[in-house]
């Protein structure tokens, strides 16, 4: 096929590809040694790379040809200590754990830098070119958080803002909402952004010792908004884990009896709003997109009954007949909530606060928290993306891939949120990874643009292909096929020729 010749950058994707490492086997498959790897845009053609993240943990691994740092789904023994006190000297040093710089899930863009991330206090610079490992960050240096998400988002004035968890202050767990500068000030130039963080916001945890499980937030023009659900992390199993022999992975539970709580923070003012708004137990990875109308905030995110997506993951249950055997007892679930953060104040208990047209509703409890029920817009989407010009604002169009009962993407999906109209891309035995969206430079329209995705065969025999669609009409502009073994990645991004220029001068 043919490229659009505007079509110029770099496309970074991130996932897990090492699972094996001398005799040792991870347990999950989120586990793995990160692989970057990268498709160039040049003139009609494209390059394709890969390379391993050089973390410590890689290093350390590689070196003792064996796994030594523990991963979320697996927990890493050192070798086995001669006598009694090094062995309850090294149990201790665990209770606060060191966590890994095995960076697999997304790439950030911080500044003119690009990072590797995951879930931990730690991210990777890298060489968005080469796919050179550069220097490690340790966040905790710069924010008093042990755990961050691997979503930040960007403004306008290109901040990164992010949140984490901060479990070892005092004993008050807390969200924390933070801003990382695109540069520094002159006189300072050899001081990194990280040095020039600014805390937005701390919510404090509803519970001190469980705090909450969160893979992404939202954002609007004027606010922040925080999902607190009753998936939780449970600190003192988490700080038992290692002498007990079991993963950190334990250490999460869904408490289906609770509820799910929303914050939403004032970008002007950093503070929280006061009305308690929440829902039912829900548990989601991933927020879509959110907005304002109307002193209402409208918010959407994949939601599911449970947390059996996690388990699905186990290599111990990838295995051939993995379609037959692996069935979510939940669907992924687009949910769409109207919250009315301007209501009547004097409004009866039990009425609809919501004002604008939709099926959402918002109800007053007697003690004048406000119950949010969500509109249901679809089913079966995960890895969800927008035209990030979109991000906070009303938008149309969400690209994503399609599961249905197996948590393995078969298709790619363009929504229109506002008509619930849904097409397809699809092949027989075509794994497509989180399509991304890159808008034309003239474009007009929301869905002016490509959609990008890598998509991997059942056969090993067969070549992967990078898939280029027209974002419009979601027809096949063109493939390229990679001669190597690709493996389904996490998450990535688009990083145009403009932006890398900068780099290389």
């Known amino acids: 096929g043919q490229l659009p010749t505007w079509l110029q950058g770099i496309l970074l994707r991130n996932g897990p590809g090492m699972h ?30 890969s390379k391993y993240l050089r973390s410590d943990t890689y290093n350390h691994n590689i070196e003792a040809n064996r796994i030594v740092v523990s991963e979320f789904g697996t927990m890493a023994y050192p070798d086995p200590c ?48 080469t796919l050179e490992t550069l220097e490690k960050v340790d966040y905790t240096k710069y924010v008093a958080v042990n755990v961050a998400t691997s979503h930040p988002h960007y403004d306008s004035a290109g901040n990164t803002l992010n949140m984490g968890t901060s479990i070892v202050d005092k004993g008050k767990t807390k969200y924390i909402l933070f ?10 130039k050899k001081k990194s952004c990280f040095k020039h963080l600014e805390v937005l916001c701390s919510i404090p945890s509803r519970s001190l010792l469980q705090p909450s499980y969160y893979h992404s937030f939202g954002i609007t023009e004027n606010y922040i908004i925080f999902i607190e659900q009753p998936f939780k992390l449970d600190i003192v199993k988490m700080a038992t884990a290692y002498i007990r022999g079991v993963n950190w992975a334990s250490c999460l539970a869904y408490h289906k009896e609770e509820k799910t709580w929303f914050h939403f923070v004032d970008k002007k003012t950093k503070k929280e709003v006061s009305t308690k708004f929440y829902t039912n137990a829900m548990v989601l990875f991933h927020h879509i997109n959110a907005y304002e109308e109307d002193g209402h905030i409208i918010f959407d995110i994949i939601a599911y009954r449970d947390n059996s997506l996690y388990d699905m993951f186990y290599l111990k249950n990838l295995s051939k007949d993995f379609e037959e055997k692996n069935k979510l007892t939940s669907i992924p679930t687009c949910k ?5 953060l301007q209501y009547d104040k004097d409004a009866e208990v039990g009425s609809n606060l919501v004002t604008i047209p939709s099926t959402a509703t918002a109800v007053k409890d007697k003690d004048g928290s406000i119950y949010c029920q969500p509109e249901i817009l679809c089913e079966g989407l ?26 393995v993407p078969t298709k790619v999906a363009k929504f229109n949120v506002q008509t619930k109209e849904m097409v397809h891309w699809e092949e027989e035995h075509c794994w497509p990874s989180e399509p991304i969206f890159v808008p ?6 929301e869905d002016d643009g490509i959609v990008l995705t890598c998509v991997v065969k059942t056969d090993p025999k067969e070549a992967p292909f990078l898939l280029v669609l027209d974002a419009k009409t979601f027809k096949e502009l063109g493939r390229a096929t990679v001669a190597v073994e690709m493996h389904l990645d996490l998450h990535g991004m688009f990083i145009p020729e403009k932006v890398l220029k900068t780099e290389t001068e």
């Open 179 to 188: 801003k990382i500068p695109p540069s520094v000030p002159e006189k300072e």
């Open 82 to 129: 001669k006598n009694i006190f090094a062995k309850a000297f090294s149990y201790l040093s665990h209770t606060i754990p060191e966590f890994t710089d095995n960076c697999l899930i997304n790439i950030m863009k911080t500044g003119d830098d690009f990072y590797a991330t995951s879930e931990t206090n730690f991210i990777r610079k890298i060489n968005p070119q």
């Open 336 to 340: 769409r909530f109207v919250v009315p």
């Open 20 to 49: 094996t490492i001398g005799e040792t086997k991870y347990n999950h498959w989120f586990d793995g040694l990160a692989l970057l790897h990268s498709f160039t845009f040049k003139n009609g053609e494209v390059y394709y790379r």
């Open 440 to 445: 034309s430079p003239d474009a007009r329209e």
């Open 382 to 407: 995960e890895l969800p993306r927008i035209n990030y010009d979109y991000n906070g604002k009303k938008y149309k169009y969400v690209f994503a891939t399609k599961v249905q009962w197996s948590p």
